[in-house]
């Protein structure tokens, strides 16, 4: 059985980082190159609300015995898979995912024009995700 309050406990955590990014939404490469404060906060954000929407998506996975994902990018997938998260939504957090490898793994350097397209056209990706988690639990009764 889902937790929702569990998961409605996470999607407010979710929504709280969000609205702290929205500070730097309208940020530029050049100003986002050139201030590493503002670098490590929106980048250790954007972690923790990827991290949070995998951990969501796995304990709906885990609460409805849906596919065992094998990793971030592939948790979403499964939500997909199963109609919680629409195709174009999956397809943002699958990136968002990867995004979140480069930027704990330092696999490269995390490219500063791919952040800040972040915060300019996808912080609502987090909003569509929890929406989609919401109406899920709500027709799951």
């Known amino acids: 059985m889902v ?6 406990r996470k999607i407010a955590s979710l929504s709280e980082y969000q609205q702290q990014l929205v500070e730097y939404s309208a940020i530029t490469v050049q100003q986002y190159r050139s201030d590493w404060k503002i670098q490590r906060i929106v980048e250790r954000t954007l972690q923790m609300m990827i991290e949070l ?15 065992t994902p094998e ?3 592939d948790t979403f997938r499964v ?19 990867k995004f979140r490898n480069i930027v704990v793994h330092q696999y490269e350097a995390v490219d500063a024009e791919i952040v800040v ?4 056209r996808h912080l609502n ?14 027709r799951k009764g």
């Open 3 to 8: 937790d929702k309050a569990l998961i409605l």
């Open 53 to 67: 929407c995998a951990d969501i998506a796995g304990h709906v996975i885990s609460d409805n015995g849906l596919r």
């Open 71 to 73: 990793t971030y990018a």
């Open 79 to 97: 939500l997909g898979e199963n109609g919680i998260l629409t195709l174009e939504q999956k397809d943002i957090m699958v990136k968002m995912a």
């Open 117 to 120: 397209l972040v915060l300019h």
């Open 125 to 138: 990706g987090f909003k569509m995700f929890s929406d989609s988690v919401v109406h899920y639990l709500t």
